[in-house]
């Protein structure tokens, strides 16, 4: 929820007025500051078990990707990578394919001076290169 938004500044507004939400607000605080050892271990088997919800890295992409196309399926995408993609860029990896390999990688993920024509066919394949 953005800062300055009307639903924002009410709920705020209610915390500092309320007298049930400011006790509560009080014992919270009292609770993640606190130095005893029993309330320090509590805070970290909460806090484990609270990580145990957590929302990963994969379901915050995944979530991402339904919002950008409500018909994603990862299943159809691992097919489609498995059965299509992999293979082609492999295979033109492996033929030393530049053109084929530049149409599947984007610039990110080959340094600016990446070539195969370098290599020779005859004695190295693009595998056998240090690059």
Not at 37 to 63: H, I, K, Q
Not at 104 to 129: G, N, Q
Request: net charge negative; aromatic share 8%.
């Amino acid at each position: 929820m953005h800062a300055s938004s009307p639903r924002q500044e009410r709920w705020q507004q209610l915390k500092e007025t309320n007298l049930l939400l400011r006790k509560v607000s009080a014992l919270h605080e009292a609770y993640q500051e606190s130095d005893n050892p029993v309330v320090s271990s509590l805070r970290s088997v909460t806090s484990t078990v609270a990580s145990w919800f957590d929302e990963n890295e994969t379901a915050r992409v995944l979530r991402t990707m339904k919002i950008l196309d409500p018909s994603f399926s990862m299943e159809a995408f691992e097919r489609e990578l498995r059965e299509y993609i992999v293979p082609e860029v492999v295979d033109a990896y492996l033929s030393a394919d530049n053109d084929a390999l530049k149409s599947w990688c984007s610039e990110a993920v080959r340094p600016p001076s990446f070539s195969f024509s370098t290599c020779d066919s005859h004695t190295e394949t693009p595998a056998e290169l240090d690059l």
